[in-house]
């Protein structure tokens, strides 16, 4: 980053999302966080156990990356990398929403390190959902959080076995079998 400052780095979380080659591998090996609501694929939460790092060695890092990216002294020297007003507002706003968002990093960092339980969920040793995300779902639904019970929010993962791969390249077949004829009797 701090060479190529003009540059703005996308620095990611992955998301197994389903029928994705990431989501059939995560699923297959038992490192997709099952009670975790769709609602909660995306950054700050972590929805995999990790395969390298511990959560808050995880969560340490991708805090220290994106406070480096969103630093003052990173905005300056991309401040210095361009004459467009109109580049140096994108990176202000970048920078500014990357800084509000570290906000989120470090909650979840900070219930890694106090909360036990929290801490066991996203290790992969308890299948319970933290009141964490209960609490945050309800809130993301505001006044129809009551539609949906608490066995509702957990999402039906399936993988899908090799025979329904199978059965899906028939089911495409037939259908270009359907199309060629529908184009033969025109």
Same mark, same amino acid.
């Given at each position: 980053?701090?060479?190529?400052?003009?540059?703005? *780095?996308?620095i990611n979380?992955?998301?197994?999302?389903?029928?994705?080659?990431?989501?059939?591998?995560?699923?297959?090996?038992?490192r997709?966080?099952q009670?975790?609501?769709f609602?909660?694929?995306?950054a700050?939460?972590?929805?995999?156990?990790?395969?390298?790092?511990? *959560?808050? #060695?995880?969560?340490?890092k991708?805090?220290?990356?994106?406070?480096?990216?969103?630093s003052p #002294?990173?905005?300056?020297?991309?401040?210095?990398s361009?004459?467009?007003?109109?580049?140096?507002?994108?990176?202000?706003?970048?920078?500014? #929403?990357?800084r509000? /968002?570290l906000?989120?990093?470090?909650?979840?960092?900070?219930?890694?390190?106090s909360?036990?339980?929290?801490?066991?969920?996203?290790?992969g040793? /308890?299948?319970?959902?933290?009141?964490?995300?209960?609490?945050?779902?309800?809130?993301?639904l505001?006044?129809?959080a009551?539609?949906?019970?608490?066995?509702?929010?957990?999402?039906?993962?399936?993988q899908s *076995?090799?025979? /329904?791969?199978?059965?899906?390249?028939?089911?495409?077949?037939?259908?270009?079998?359907?199309?060629?004829? /529908?184009?033969?009797?025109?």
């Open positions: 980053m701090e060479q190529t400052p003009f540059v703005w *780095p996308a979380i992955p998301v197994p999302f389903g029928g994705t080659p990431l989501y059939e591998e995560l699923l297959g090996s038992g997709i966080l009670a975790m609501p609602s909660f694929y995306y700050p939460y972590v929805v995999t156990t990790l395969k390298h790092y511990d *959560p808050i #060695s995880y969560y340490e991708l805090i220290e990356l994106l406070a480096c990216a969103s #002294s990173m905005l300056k020297r991309r401040f210095q361009t004459a467009h007003w109109q580049v140096k507002l994108v990176h202000w706003a970048r920078t500014a #929403s990357t509000a /968002s906000k989120g990093y470090r909650q979840i960092l900070q219930r890694l390190r909360d036990a339980q929290f801490r066991a969920f996203h290790e040793r /308890s299948d319970v959902l933290p009141e964490f995300y209960h609490q945050r779902y309800e809130r993301m505001g006044q129809y009551g539609l949906l019970t608490r066995t509702d929010r957990v999402p039906n993962l399936a *076995p090799a025979a /329904s791969n199978a059965e899906k390249r028939a089911v495409v077949a037939q259908a270009g079998d359907v199309a060629a004829y /529908s184009i033969e009797v025109r």
